[in-house]
């Protein structure tokens, strides 16, 4: 089927306690695609990519302020078959250019989720406008 995608929208509290809702709403939605290939492979890497850039948003973007909103937009094409994932949020702007690569010779406890993102997911974009953090991320079936 071609045409228009089908769009799932949640938009949730920037807190920790809310990120499974996110995971587990990815995984029903994926869960309910026909013939999809290595279902819990792909449901796997999307839950992870997305829930480690809302980690991101609510600890770096709000700083913890638990008034903060993640609006998240999942939309599933038939054609060539793939998930997009648009999320946004109203917090602090983030940098790409502060952020250094993760020390895979001697580890480190943090700093792995976006390198962990980009491995994850076949594209992942950032930008800021009028505000706001917008991230896309496209997972290929």
């Not at 990519?49 to 993640?70: L, P």
């Not at 980009?118 to 991320?137: C, F, I, P």
Request: overall charge negative; some cysteine.
């Amino acid at each position: 089927m071609m045409g228009q995608p089908d769009v799932i929208r949640l938009d949730l509290p920037a807190t920790y306690k809310y990120l499974n809702i996110i995971g587990a709403s990815v995984k029903a939605i994926l869960a309910r695609l026909e013939n999809l290939a290595e279902p819990d492979a792909v449901s796997h890497r999307a839950e992870l990519a997305i829930h480690e850039i809302c980690t991101n948003i609510v600890e770096h973007a709000y700083k913890g302020q638990e008034d903060g909103r993640i609006e998240i937009t999942l939309s599933i094409f038939r054609q060539p078959a793939h998930l997009t994932v648009d999320l946004k949020d109203d917090g602090c702007p983030f940098e790409p250019a502060n952020v250094a690569e993760p020390d895979l010779e001697h580890g480190q406890v943090r700093g792995y989720g976006l390198f962990l993102v980009d491995k994850l997911v076949n594209e992942v974009s950032y930008h800021r406008d009028n505000q706001q953090n917008y991230w896309h991320l496209v997972i290929y079936f």
